[in-house]
Antibody
Framework: QVQLVESGGGLVKPGGSLRLSCAASGFTFSDYYMSWIRQAPGKGLEWVSY????????YYADSVKGRFTISRDNAKNSLYLQMNSLRAEDTAVYYC????????????????WGRGTLVTVSS | EIVLTQSPGTLSLSPGERATLSCRAS???????LAWYQQKPGQAPRLLIY???SRATGIPDRFSGSGSGTDFTLTISRLEPEDFAVYYCQQYGSSSWTFGQGTKVEIK
């Protein structure tokens, strides 16, 4: 079954750290670019970070740059997000998603999403 | 950063009616970089449309996308009960992705 399953969310105090994981199954994880996208309670979607299939190319949203680190372990079919110096505004459901790029049509989109893991930053 | 503005914020319609959702970009966006997603309460977003007008696998043909440059449209030709949800547009540019704020399609 093709799926992504996030884990690692929870309650953390401001200034604290948390590491999210995303386990992929049912497809060749190492072939896919991946992203983290978050959604604050009752709000819209915000892209957080991207990593290429080999891990050689990484992008971050300005809101998390310098605080969050994305990584992957293709041998373990897993994606990670290390979150440091957490703030109240980082409170959100964090989704991992495959990030598809079509080299012919040049289309970019997020096609497979996990169900998300909730991160709450509060004292 | 390209800002996407969706309108209206909420669309109140009855099943069987046509829904027209707008997504306007603050500067020109390549059609290849424009996608639409549907999100139901408590669920992850689902890809509907990519490349501005291509339906994703398994998406019914009542969903269609159109537009170019700064103006894009998602049309649902005849609303089914399962179509009442929030819809987001998304674009890629300059090594980042942005989403519109969403349009909620609710039952009238």
């Amino acid at each position: 079954q093709v799926q992504l399953v996030e884990s690692g969310g929870g309650l953390v105090k401001p200034g604290g750290s948390l590491r999210l994981s995303c386990a992929a199954s049912g497809f060749t994880f190492s072939d896919y670019y991946m992203s983290w996208i978050r959604q604050a309670p009752g709000k819209g979607l915000e892209w957080v970070s991207y990593i290429s299939s080999s891990g050689s190319t990484i992008y971050y949203a300005d809101s998390v740059k310098g605080r969050f680190t994305i990584s992957r372990d293709n041998a373990k079919n897993s994606l990670y997000l290390q979150m440091n110096s957490l703030r109240a505004e980082d409170t959100a459901v964090y989704y991992c998603a495959t990030t598809y790029y079509d080299y012919v049509s040049l289309d970019w989109y997020f096609d497979l999403w996990g169900r998300g893991t909730l991160v709450t930053v509060s004292s | 950063e390209i800002v996407l503005t969706q309108s209206p914020g909420t669309l109140s319609l009855s099943p069987g009616e046509r829904a027209t959702l707008s997504c306007r970009a603050s500067q020109s966006v390549s059609s290849s970089y424009l996608a639409w997603y549907q999100q139901k309460p408590g669920q992850a977003p689902r890809l509907l449309i990519y490349g501005a007008s291509s339906r994703a696998t398994g998406i019914p043909d009542r969903f269609s996308g159109s537009g170019s440059g700064t103006d894009f449209t998602l049309t649902i030709s005849r609303l089914e009960p399962e179509d009442f949800a929030v819809y987001y547009c998304q674009q890629y540019g300059s090594s980042s992705w942005t989403f519109g704020q969403g349009t909620k399609v609710e039952i009238k």
